[in-house]
């Protein structure tokens, strides 16, 4: 018998991720005010973000203003309605990501400040799908705003907590 293979199991595989993950640490250092790379726990809502179609459409043309952040979240509070469990369920995609995003040369794990440094700096030459681009361009966004916002601000806008 053959098993049907799910869009969502396509879709969401850790190799995207990871691609993603490298994305967002890139855009959080060129907008962290003292081009910090974000910590790991920073990380965890990025994946059950990106990978929700709804939430990727409405962020993946924004503008990289904190102000664009507010405007998402005010205009589709449905989509982040769940986030706190969606972020638990995806921890252990995640953390493969992370894995094949260290293992792969794309970041660096500094296991005593917890950051994921950007490895690489040029753009991977890969032909992509239009929701891979779209997955990578809200990607990107996250991270911008996220390097505008401290900890506390990130958690009371997503209602998430670590």
Partial sequence: MRQKISDYSIFQNHVLGAHALWEFSKQYQEYQEYNEPPILLLTLPVLPIVFNMRATNCIRSKSFKEGSLLKVITENKD????????????????????????????????????????????????????????????????????????????????????
């Fill in 79 to 162: 989509i982040y309605a769940g986030l706190q469990e969606r972020m638990e369920g995806s921890i252990d995609m995640t953390f493969k990501s992370i894995h094949i995003a260290v293992a792969s040369g794309l970041l660096i794990y500094d296991k005593t400040t917890t950051q994921l440094i950007p490895n690489r700096k040029s753009e991977l030459i890969l032909k992509q799908s239009l929701d891979y681009t779209n997955i990578l361009s809200a990607s990107r966004r996250i991270g911008a705003w996220f390097a505008q916002l401290n900890i506390q601000e990130i958690t009371d806008y997503f209602n998430i907590q670590y």
